[in-house]
């Protein structure tokens, strides 16, 4: 199957389909555009979730400012800059920073200083993606400066009706696509990513998503099974909640965009792993190349439960490493060490424009 002969029709078809051998035969040629654009070589990125606190209050979030049963954290910056250094020292290409939402003057001083903290302390060989929500252009680019060179941010849905369900209505779409813009106007790389098997979302919904990571020339794609939080406004709106056909429906999400995009950068993402023990090594078998192996110290990991039954609560960062080296093993891949691991979709953008 080529690019050209996957249609929203092929895609909506995949979507709705739950057979597993038909789809057995769509993460293997999914696979097989994997290894001829991107490799076999898993890069990690290792996250931080050095804090919980969060101004957003969306609807299915198990960190939104409405919660009030979670203990709010802020990890000390020495501490951060530590798991910073230790993920250098064990040669991880880059690391995430993410934490819930803060818009305020401190948080972006405290961010632009932790980051030439990071810098000086790893010889500025370590990657650092940001994923600190929606910014203001200025922030952006002072945070750019200063060593942030890929941003995530999810867009959650690009159907705005389906988004304006999940969220608060002071709570825009449209904002959200702009600073999606503005990151790309300031040369970061980008990623973007929605969470799948939503209330009220429809394949066609699904197959627009990939129509928009096309469309926006997205670098990195990290999403996930949608998976309720019992405290949350959204908690009990799938009460036929099936686990397996959710996780099916992620697996087929990132086949269909490994085959409609290629040679960007996707993470198989612990949400995948919170519905089966081996969730993430089944989606680097659907195409993905990315995990993001959890730096966070365990005994903040209780405070960043974004969704009930996330795993890991009390493997820490040194256990995660070797129980995720034989996970992708396992699979016949490989580690990419020392390397960025930059999406490969950016580097020839950047040739291009040179
Ligand atoms: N299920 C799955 N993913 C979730 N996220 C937040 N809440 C949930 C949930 N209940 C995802 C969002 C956000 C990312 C950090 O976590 O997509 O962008
Ligand atoms: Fe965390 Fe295995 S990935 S313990």
Redesign the pocket.
Known sequence: MSNSELTEADCIRWLDTTAPEALQELYQQAYAIKQAHVGTKVFYRGIIEFSNVCEKD?F???IRRSNKSVKRYVVQDDDVVAAATWAWEQNYGSIVL?SGERKDDAFASQIEKLLQRISEATNGELGVTL?LGEQSPDVLERWRNVGGKRYLL?I?TTNPKLYSTLHPDDHHFEDRLQCLRDLRDLDYQVGT???IGLPGQTSEDLANDIQFFKDHDIDMIGM??????GE?P?GNSLPDFDSARQLQRGLTMLALTRIALRDVNIAATT?LQALDPQGRERGLEAGANIIMPNLTDTKYREGYQ??DGKPCLDENAGMCRFCLEGRIASVGESVGYGEHGDSPHYLKRVAQQT
Do not use: F
């Open positions: 969306c299915y979030c198990g993410q994923s999810r959650e990513g929605v969470m996930g099974p949608y998976i309720p939080h949350t959204m949400a974004l969704y």
